[in-house]
């Protein structure tokens, strides 16, 4: 490891967390703030969409109507991009060629980008048409990460400050579901993408509707170039923390991610969003300590877990009896132009947000290397998904006020409303759903899908855990070398995928929503006040106990094993 | 009740599907084509009139007459698993068989990968095979080092990536120059070579 790859990753981080201020004020105007200045702007495009669709955005949704709601969206969503995806073949725009989608392929794949997961059992440049990679691909990128702030934005409602501030809407209620969807794309998701598309255009990622162009390489050989709309992918692939590629090799082809400085803006682009919601949350909590306490304990992890991959990554063992210099750090499965440094960094960016996103192959770290994602999967991610990553933060959060709340002998309160019996039940059936997911399928899997391993031994089993890992926290990044295109593990995975995220939703919101109705006490000397780095290590403890006692058993059969061989 | 509810998140749907999936790719490929038309059609070179590729994507080298680029393919393969090794085993063997000055073989020359189609190369695994293509080619190592920097990228601002090597756009320079005239005018001197050397880009660039 150099100092200059140390520099880099360090000017990205600084990068980030400059701009999470404006852009978590930014997000407070777009969900919470009574008037803006781009109203005039965005305003009439609002209302025409509202008068399309024929809904009030003012109409206060309860709990049952806005998961409700969600779940009709995303549901018809799922169902239209299926039937373009086994009729694809039929349908204009396929200059690839690209065959229908056998139905359990296109399940997988509509399920996998409604529920903001990426997972990919199919090859973007042959198996997808550019309608398909315009239509179902991009459309779902835009749609799951509006559903997710959405959620986040209804979600904050309840941990919101009761104080009437000037300028903020008043809090009534869990809110309306098509008031903060159309909001997320219209203020938030489509501008940024615009934006980020420009940038990754001019430094090389094609945005064409030419077809694939076949030519004799400089040695004679016949080679096919495949290109098409690319760069509107990819801008909303990290935006929206979804992470599924135009290209099979993903952010590591070239025509994803073409230069050090593209790894550098996918890198901002995915992080942004989701440390950008817990300022906001701050902010409507009325402490904006609440909320950098969060970002700040979560970094810290973050740092915690690149330094032992980056430690991990810096050479091979298995090749050290070999003549190679491995100066470079352990580069099967990476790109030169990003190095040992910026492939670790994308990769604990990629896994600590629900993107899922890969510039080099994790099939091929070394164990501990690969084990860092894989153990930030099981925790849920750290910062997680576009705002449905604050569900997965704040279940820790009550888990860790219950927690420090026996162990002081008080009852637990957070934010001044008293955690009760309702709360910790519900914050722990959500917590439940990601090892249940993950420990019964791998298990499922490793018996009856024994042939898809990629990998002998250990590195095998860690393929298998991986994928139920990475379809339960809606991350969708993989050990490739898994054969993932089987009917057993598409519809396996796709389950697995809709409960972890179709779960969480209405526990986490219930949560939320019973929030709001308490009544708040306010905070005397005896209260454990939760913006304090106290409070950040006991979280960070309650994260990391938790985890590793439900997950230590697999990972010995996994990453832990394959290291100690 | 419901029924309304159904309507309208089938309305939304169809909404979006147009405007998230055909009114904003649809826009971009517009944007695409006045910012930086070349780069939106895959930055293509043309050589002679003919696409030789793209300078983002790598192709295979097997000539030893050309700069090496990284083994093609993407192998998925563990850190321990035997394959790897053994594969890892015969790239060394035959990197030390091409260039038998060097005494480790710097990894990337030796590896697999991320895309499969890496474009690139480290500086240091480029300026070690200037010795063989000096020897196959005839052409001082002077001028091949000089070639080799000239097609170096270096980090940007100093700081965001590696210093590296494009090993097709060096090789097309390096065809170019050994092309009767160019040879010819390069023995006769170097500053020619270099304006050779510069057309040569000028040419390679040029993307449809």
């Known amino acids: 490891m150099d100092i200059l790859g140390v520099v880099q990753i360090i000017l990205e981080l600084a990068a980030v967390l400059l701009l999470v201020r404006p852009v978590g004020s930014y997000l407070v105007g777009v969900f919470f703030k009574e008037r803006s200045r781009l109203d005039a702007l965005f305003g009439p495009i609002e209302r025409g969409l509202h008068w399309a669709v024929g809904v009030d955005p003012s109409e206060n949704m309860g709990v049952g109507r806005y998961v409700l709601t969600l779940l009709l969206v995303n549901g018809l969503m799922i169902v239209i991009v299926m039937l373009i995806l086994i009729t694809q073949g039929y349908l204009p725009l396929n200059p690839t060629g690209a065959v229908n989608m056998p139905i359990d392929l296109a399940f997988n794949t509509a399920v996998s980008f409604m529920t903001n997961t990426n997972w990919q059992s199919y090859a973007g440049e042959t198996q997808a048409s550019y309608l398909t990679q315009m239509i179902c691909i991009t459309f779902l990128m835009f749609t799951s990460a509006a559903t997710g702030m959405a959620v986040g934005a209804a979600f904050i409602r309840g941990f919101a400050s009761r104080d009437q501030r000037p300028g903020f809407r008043e809090i009534r209620g869990i809110g309306n579901f098509y008031f903060d969807f159309v909001r997320s794309l219209t203020r938030v998701l489509v501008p940024f993408a615009i934006i980020v598309s420009i940038l990754l255009l001019v430094q090389g990622v094609p945005q064409t509707l030419a077809g694939p162009l076949s030519y004799h390489t400089v040695e004679g050989s016949i080679s096919t170039l495949y290109r098409g709309p690319v760069a509107s992918l990819e801008s909303i692939k990290h935006l929206g923390t979804n992470g599924g590629g135009f290209f099979a090799q993903n952010s590591a082809y070239p025509f994803e991610n073409p230069t050090p400085l593209t790894n550098v803006i996918e890198i901002v682009a995915m992080l942004i969003i989701p440390i950008s919601l817990l300022y906001t949350f701050g902010v409507m909590t009325g402490n904006t300590k609440e909320g950098w306490i969060l970002i700040g304990t979560l970094t810290t992890v973050f740092i915690i877990l690149l330094s032992i991959g980056l430690l991990a990554e810096s050479s091979n063992p298995a090749l050290s009896n070999l003549a190679v210099n491995q100066s470079m750090g352990n580069m099967e499965g990476k790109e030169v132009r990003f190095g040992t440094e910026n492939s670790v960094m994308f990769t604990v960016s990629t896994t600590s947000t629900g993107t899922g996103s890969v510039n080099s192959m994790l099939d091929s770290y070394t164990a501990i290397g690969g084990a860092v994602p894989l153990f930030l999967l099981m925790i849920g991610s750290l910062f997680a998904g576009d705002g449905s990553g604050l569900l997965t933060i704040l279940m820790y959060v009550i888990l860790a006020v219950f927690i420090a709340g026996l162990m002081v002998g008080r009852s637990p309160q957070y934010l001044g409303r008293k955690i009760e019996s309702k709360e910790v039940k519900l914050t722990f059936l959500a917590f439940l759903v990601h090892p249940v997911l993950i420990l019964g399928f791998t298990a499922a899997g490793i018996v009856f899908a024994t042939s898809a391993l990629g990998n002998p031994g250990f590195h095998g089993f860690t393929e298998m855990l991986y994928a139920f890992s990475s379809a339960a926290a809606n991350n969708g990044s993989a050990f490739a070398g898994l054969s993932a295109n089987t009917p057993f593990l598409n519809y396996t995975l796709g389950v697995t995928m809709l409960l972890g995220r179709y779960i969480t939703f209405p526990l986490m919101l219930l949560v939320s929503d019973s929030l709001l109705r308490k009544k708040i006490t306010p905070y005397d000397a005896g209260t454990f006040r939760t913006d304090t780095w106290i409070f950040g290590l006991i979280l960070i403890g309650v994260m990391l106990i938790l985890g590793a006692l439900t997950f230590f058993p697999v990972l010995v059969l996994g990453p832990l094993g394959e290291a100690l061989l | ?208």
């Open chain 2, 1 to 208: 009740m419901l029924k309304s509810d159904l309507f309208a998140a089938f309305k939304t749907a169809v909404i979006f599907l147009v405007l998230c999936g055909l009114v904003f790719p649809l826009l971009l490929v517009g944007i695409g084509q006045i910012a930086d038309k070349p780069a939106a059609e895959g930055s293509l070179l043309i050589q002679n009139g003919t696409v030789v590729g793209s300078s983002l994507i790598g192709q295979s080298f097997v000539d030893p007459m050309h700069f090496q680029s990284r083994p093609s393919g993407v192998s998925n393969w563990g850190p321990n698993n035997p394959a790897l090794i053994e594969n890892v085993s015969q790239e060394v063997a035959y990197q030390k068989q091409l260039n038998p000055s060097i005494s480790l073989v710097p990894i990337d020359l030796v590896t697999q990968s991320g895309s499969g189609v890496d474009p690139n190369i480290a500086l240091g695994s480029a300026l070690l095979q200037v010795p063989r293509i000096s020897n196959l080619t005839g052409i001082s190592q002077d001028v091949l080092n000089r070639l080799v920097n000239q097609y170096t990228e270096n980090p940007v601002a100093g700081v965001f990536g590696e210093s590296r090597v494009n090993v097709l756009q060096l090789n097309l320079a390096l065809d170019n120059l050994l092309s009767p005239s160019a040879l010819k005018s390069a023995e006769a001197n170097s500053t020619a070579l270099n304006a050779a050397a510069l057309n040569a880009t000028a040419t390679n660039t040029t993307a449809k």
